[in-house]
């Protein structure tokens, strides 16, 4: 290794390459904020791009895409409650309460420096224990990604403990919508009601896009305010964000980078259940849960720094064993065959050049992510000072053209109609658009991977219980998703008896730090 | 003055559209838009973009790439076929996916609703174990399999996809009862050989050589060997007789103009013969095949018997 | 809202999407019916027990009535309205026509401008074209993702 580090850090201060990674970030950002537009589009846009450049410019600027495409999400999260990619849905829970309020840049500063944190924590991992990592990400197979899956749907028990059988109903039907299209076990077409489109299934992105951002268009309209959110920029800000993820936060910080890095080298897994399942633990562990969903600084630093360390995670089995960890590493990976790179253990020796300058630059591109981020935000928050009507037909035009763009399909514009209607309507009522959204995300994941475990107990002539208690992993993985649905019984005891024991004074805030 | 040159301006303008709109027109006129029936970044696009990259050597217009993907393929492939035979809509097509959809999901085309322009890819499936193993060739696996009824796991993309054919194909002919597990991708399927959720995996070359350095590849079933891997040695030499490939062709709509099949099929004929493309597709790791467009077509027709019958025997379609 | 319809309204919600799910849920056979099955019938009986619920509280009525928000319904109505018809009129008349046109309208009817009437129409058209320029700019020419065709542009 030690070989491959000066050149490899030559690499880096090459102007050409500085000018990538900066153009890669603001270009991943912008791709990133705007509803409909993601990290993998955002990639694999520009992978002829790279076709032209050396191998080495070539995956800096598409691993500074990711990057900044995965934290630019946030910022539509906090402004206008609009996951900018699927990762950042938990976002919304606290970012949006916090620029409803009239802290929009508090909430911009700690997504941004808490995505960068974890970023670097994800890069750690990679360039540290790739090997041992990539070994155990291959135990999750079919049994333990269900579980896991199962372990982050759990969370709609914790985030809508106050109206559990609603939370749960949203959920299921997110599920059952996402059942539509091709059946991922046996191949035939479900729910089409005759319509042939509908085989292709409801498409993730356009059903959050109508869930999150038209219904937000619709309640917005239907406001009566001017603008989006007041808000006025507190000077200082930035120094005061950090300084209290530095003191307050480190845990939350630490603990939501690790499970980002491990969730996101599972082939399975990527950054929509890392962020949930972060922040889950976050308010789990938390001694006042009750403050998450109005605009916590911990929820949002744990579901920021958790989807961004997932990067690094998703491209340790990538690089070692060429089995992407997420959607955007497999186009990355198509792009590193297409040069001839062959993935495996051995672009750590062989072609160690390119990886430890790979690795470095997404140590780089975290660190410039800092100052490009914070330029870019200054300039997204100015939206709030826009009249709100113009904002949200704009909206409207974004989310139409966003949602084309996914498959070139009028269906995935009328799925965003269809769903921001009910999105707007069930919120009215008080039914769960996060928890439908958790839904159609993990539904196929949850079908496909039982799918696998009826497939594997016909092989050991037992059932699927049989495949469940065969792996310590998956019994772990039971227990924790047991103790997830406990947790919010527990906690609604936990304030009842606090409600009743006093009222006196201020909660102590140093708990557990 | 200024009024005449308008005049004269749209004139001229009104001649170039009636030159261009007139049916003599050399074709191709106007760019070509090309049907990608998957995402972005996979391994169908690489490939056609190898092939873009080429096109422009031989041929004055651009192909414009349009991303229709969903239903594994299904909605673009749709897409070829219900598109205006002028020519300017081609796509690329995977068998045995347009064989296997309208058969299975009744898939609005058949394999007569296109006219086939040539063959670019012919990826062989392979027999893939992971390095440590116990398996060591072919013949143990399937020794195995006969005296432990159920017991070997086999990973596959599908179902209903070539690799399942593949399987039917086995079981039937050497009478031994397996477990499929089923994958969403090839990704997917790589990770659980390597993780030991499944024993041996039923896979193209094409996805398994991503992951060359922790598997070991024990058979090949192709008609020959491949220049990818010239020491793994065919099925048949191993005396089992099994070929099974997934092959990437480019296809018009049914009833496209005859000078236009006859332009593409001359441009596609010169790319697949250029040095530099075939060089590309190695690095790749395509395994490159030409056919041209009738011999294809004969291809095609011939494995829709086999795999119709195929299915029919293993009660998936009536 | 109050409470009680509230339950009511997202039984009814959840139900009715059962519903229309449950023909063909029947229809499935094997593995695929799994899921669905499970699924329907858990929403039905769930639907039922909101409803339910919502009654009692509705008839018990000791709950007063919540007030949120205030809201424009025939804004509301006027947005979604507009949007429907922008996506109908996408791909005839083109992106970038319909969306022009859509931005020029919603903006002219939903937002009450404090200066003459000229002066917001003005402003209305640079905001449409505006949109309209970036939007072909960052889409088309810097990403080169394609927007709906149509007869026009």
Known sequence: MTEFIVPALGHLIEPWNIILMVAGLTGGIIVGALPGLTATMGVALMVPATFAMNPTSGLIMLGAIYVGAIYGGSNSAVLICTPGTPSSVATTFDGWPMCKAGRADFGLYTSLVSSAFGGIIGTVGLLFLAAPLARFALNFGGPENFWLCLFGLSTIAVMSSDNMMKGVLSGAFGILISTVGLDPNAGIPRFTFGYYPLVQGIEVIPAMIGLFSFSQVLYLIGSHKPFIAEFTPTKGAFMQVTRELATKCKVVLMRSSLIGTLVGMLPGAGGEIASIIAYNESKRWDKHPEKYGKGSIEGLASSESANNAVIGGALIPMLTLGIPGSAVAAVILGALMAKGIQPGFKVFTTTGDLAYAFIFSQFAVNLLMLPVGYLLAKVMAKLLSIRLTFVAIAIVMLSVIGSYAIRNNMLDVWIVIIFGVIGYFASRVSLDTGAMALGIILGPMIEENLGKCVDISKSLDGSVFDVFFASNITIILMLMTALSFVTPLIMNKRKKRRNAACACGTPKEDGHA | MKKRFTLRLLLAFLLIISISGAAYAEYPDSPINMIIAFSAGGSSDVQARITQKYWNKYSKQRLVFVYKPGAGGAIGFSEIALAKPDGYTIGGLNVPHIILQPLVQRAPFSIDSFEYICQAVNDPQVVAVRKDSKFKSVKEIFAFAAANPKKLRIGLVGPNSGHHLMFLEVIEKFKFPASPVFYKGSADQNAALLGGEVDVMFGNLNDVMRSRDELNILGIASEKRNAFVPEVKTMRELGFDVVSYIRRAFAAPKGVDKKALAYLTDVFKKIAADPGYLADMKKAGQPEEYLDGSAFSKVVHDQYQHDKAALQKAGLIK | ?153
């Open chain 3, 1 to 153: 809202m109050h409470k009680g319809v509230s339950d009511i309204a997202a039984g009814g919600f959840i139900g009715g999407v059962a519903l229309l799910f449950l023909p063909e849920t029947i229809a499935l056979e094997g593995v695929s019916a799994v899921l669905p099955k499970l699924l329907v019938f858990g929403m039905l009986l769930g639907s039922a027990y909101l409803i339910a619920l919502g009654v009692v509280r509705k008839v018990r009525s000791g709950e007063a009535e919540e007030e949120g928000e205030p809201t424009a319904m025939s804004r509301i109505f006027i947005i979604g309205a507009g949007s429907i018809a922008y996506v109908l009129a996408a791909p005839v008349l083109g992106f970038y026509v319909s969306s022009f046109t859509f931005l020029f309208i919603m903006a002219t009817i939903l937002l009450k401008h404090d200066g003459s009437k000229a002066k917001a129409a003005v402003l209305n058209v640079i905001f449409a074209v505006l949109m309209c320029l970036v939007v072909w700019g960052g889409f088309d020419v810097l990403l080169s993702v394609p927007t709906p065709p149509g007869i026009l542009f």
